[in-house]
């Protein structure tokens, strides 16, 4: 007769399980964050440049969630740069300088990509 024993449980294979799975998920989200800030950099309006070059992207988790966020920190008096150049800004002499749509056509191809690699993750 063979008797075969078991004590504990699957704790710690479950634990492994998930967090490999969260990796995986963060390095897809690391992946397109970084596809992000190159076509926000690629398509700012550059005077200086250094809105442009001051995008960053976010990886949140926060109660079972992960989101992905893009910033820019280029800020003058209180101002976020990137922001008027999208929506425009009235000057100093009473005129208006009219915003340029750039963000979202910079992101949309991005995330388009993120949605469809998710769906194929979801077909699995």
Do not use: C
């Amino acid at each position: 007769m063979i008797t075969i024993r078991q004590r504990g449980d699957f704790k710690n294979l479950t634990s492994f399980l998930e967090r490999s799975k969260e990796a995986f998920n963060l390095g897809i989200l690391d992946k397109y964050g970084r596809q992000g800030v190159a076509a926000l950099k690629a398509s700012t309006p550059k005077d200086t440049g250094k809105t442009a070059d001051s995008w960053y992207y976010r990886i949140n988790r926060n109660n079972g969630t992960v989101s992905l966020s893009f910033h820019n920190s280029n800020v003058n008096k209180g101002v976020p740069i990137a922001i008027i150049l999208q929506y425009g800004h009235a000057t100093g002499n009473g005129g208006y300088v009219e915003g340029v749509d750039y963000i979202n056509p910079a992101l949309q191809p991005v995330f388009q990509k993120l949605a469809d690699e998710a769906w194929k993750e979801v077909k699995k």
